[in-house]
């Protein structure tokens, strides 16, 4: 076998950013040897010169070198892969949300800890999978599936259409089944339409639900725990929890930045880590305004975020 004696750091394989037990499980869908083909380049700053054009998926391009047939074939080939996926995403999901709940059955956290834990690592967790899907046209409608129903479901439970006490009582502060109609509606909706809207191309995606998830999150559990000194225009916001909302927001933005260019989707360079801390610090001061209590932060963060994204980015 050729060695290459220009590369400076081991060949990458893009299942090294999943755990060793999620690529052993799904091998024979989305980790085969063929599709986690090692890439070769050398390891940059924030991605990696690879011989994947921009914007292609490693799994895609590995697909398209190994799967023969017609074109029909191909096509029900990676549509299966891609529902496979969808499968993988939602089990996911449905594991993060049960792992908090267990948690919290055991009084390991709070309810209100465990919802927030909850609000933050859903999100995040979600697009850690949006490399696995083909770059179809469908990938991202497949893959925004799950947050979709979720959406639904939380405008079922919150109109009255249908009845879950569990899910009304761990999911809303005074058990009124009205309240999933904001908080947890926005929630899944802003996921959805970032998973459809800008997919994993543009970096308004990750930068909005890294804001949301990350950001609203910790600005809240830091807050309420450390946050004795308020806002002067603001009493229920402080500035430990803006703070905090500006650190992590930003942090978890450049982060998955930097995996999503990993892969070639798109560069993080100077202009873009700038660029998102300015979105990042116009989003914190939105979240601390009066008005976006009385709307409601999961919908004043992400729209805040979507909008500047699209002008800046």
Known sequence: ????????????????????????????????????????????????HSVLPPGRSPISSARDRSVSGSPMALSDNVFLHDLAMGAFTLGGALGTLKFWDELSKRNVFSMIVSRKLVHISVGLIFMLYWPLYSDSSWAPYIAAFSAAVNALRMLALGSGIMEDPVVVRSMTRSGDHRELLKGPFY???????????????????????ANLCAGDGFADLIGRKFGKSKLPYNQNKSYIGSLAMLFFGFIFSVGYHHYFSIFGFYTLNLRLVLSTFFITLVTTFVESLPFSTRVDDNLTVPFTSFVLGSLLV
Do not use: E, H
């Open 1 to 48: 076998m050729a060695s290459f004696a220009y590369q400076t750091v081991p060949p990458f394989n893009p299942c090294t950013l999943l755990s060793s037990g999620l690529c052993r499980i799904y091998s024979d869908i989305a980790c085969s040897k063929t599709l986690c083909r090692p890439l070769k380049g050398t390891l940059g700053f924030g991605y990696l």
């Open 187 to 209: 929630y899944a909706l802003t996921i959805s339409l970032a998973t459809t809207c800008f997919w994993r191309t543009s970096p308004v995606a990750p930068m909005t639900v």
